[in-house]
């Protein structure tokens, strides 16, 4: 028997899916206090949090902090450096320095988005930044499914967890090689894709997370790390596959935020894409 549960968190709509012959509780409540925790230690919009300690200043050890800034490390290497967590100052300069429901105003400003490698330290457990500040939002929700796929597997075989298009599978669906699982097209459209899926899959967009800037204009969550600005792309939507959550989701951006070029980087790399563009028309690496 299947049982759903969806709740709040990080700012998105987080749904569990179980397969499991009585109610699942602990399954449930376990992911709830996962995600809360993550949010204590990665949330930019809670002062106390991890992570803002950090940007104030201060060095933080803590395990899975350093394990998920290592993981931001890699991420900026093999996008090239087109995921960088280091664009936050330009992101809350475009207006999104608030929960996004609260989001108003900001003018997007070509700024020098400094490199990872050279702001953030990890030293063992202990990290330290020498210059700018960090976010790590989007690679921690990926993250996070992740980490509630490897807690709850062990008893429960069968399940997903969806974090805002963020998901990952273990298991079957009533018995099919996988999970039942649709990419959402054009706004009144036929999905972009319907299949199954084995493994973990992210989508970013452009679509969703837009404002109206301060002169007037429209500006976007995704930024450009070489201009510091709102990424201009050829895609308004892109979807990576990959065996780990956060792993697609850095893809995904990366590919967003870069195009056809970063689109065959990411399929070299043995990573399966698919992005739709402004006209509709979805294409496939």
């Known amino acids: 028997m299947q049982h759903h549960e969806s709740f709040r968190a990080m700012d998105t709509e987080i749904d569990l899916i179980v397969e499991s012959a009585s109610i699942p509780l602990e399954a449930g409540i376990s992911l709830r206090l996962l995600f809360e925790q993550q949010e204590q230690r990665f949330s930019r919009f809670r002062a106390t949090s991890l992570l803002s300690r950090l940007n104030a200043g201060e060095a933080v050890t803590d395990a899975l902090f350093a394990a998920a800034?290592?993981?931001?490390?890699?991420?900026?290497?093999?996008?090239?450096?087109?995921?960088?967590?280091?664009?936050?100052?330009?992101?809350?300069?475009?207006?999104?320095?608030?929960?996004?429901?609260?989001?108003?105003?900001?003018?997007?400003?070509?700024?020098d988005v400094p490199r990872a490698s050279d702001c953030l330290v990890v030293e063992g457990d202990r990290v330290t930044l020498r210059d700018g500040a960090l976010d790590l939002g989007g690679i921690v929700k990926g993250w996070t499914v992740d980490l509630g796929i490897e807690l709850l597997q062990v008893r429960y075989p069968n399940m997903v967890i969806n974090a805002g298009g963020d998901a990952r599978c273990a298991g079957r669906d009533d018995g099919q090689d996988g999970w039942e699982m649709?990419?959402?097209?054009?706004?009144?459209?036929?999905?972009?894709?319907?299949?199954?899926?084995?493994?973990?899959?992210?989508?970013?967009?452009?679509?969703?997370?837009?404002?109206?800037?301060?002169?007037?204009?429209?500006?976007h969550h995704l930024i450009d790390p070489r201009t510091g600005v709102p990424a201009e792309s050829p895609f308004v939507q892109v979807s990576v596959w990959a065996p780990e959550t956060w792993r697609a989701e850095c893809w995904a951006k990366a590919v967003l935020i870069g195009g056809e070029d970063e689109a065959r980087r990411a399929a070299k790399a043995g990573y399966a894409v698919l992005a739709v563009g402004s006209d509709g028309g979805v294409r496939e690496w």
């Not at 931001?72 to 429901?101: D, K």
């Not at 959402?184 to 837009?210: C, D, F, H, V």
């Open 69 to 111: 800034c290592r993981l931001a490390l890699e991420a900026n290497g093999f996008s090239g450096g087109l995921y960088n967590p280091m664009v936050l100052p330009a992101l809350e300069q475009a207006g999104y320095a608030t929960t996004f429901r609260d989001v108003t105003g900001g003018e997007p400003v070509a700024t």
């Open 182 to 219: 649709e990419i959402e097209g054009e706004p009144g459209s036929a999905p972009a894709w319907q299949g199954l899926l084995r493994g973990a899959l992210a989508t970013s967009s452009t679509r969703k997370r837009r404002w109206r800037t301060a002169a007037g204009g429209e500006a």
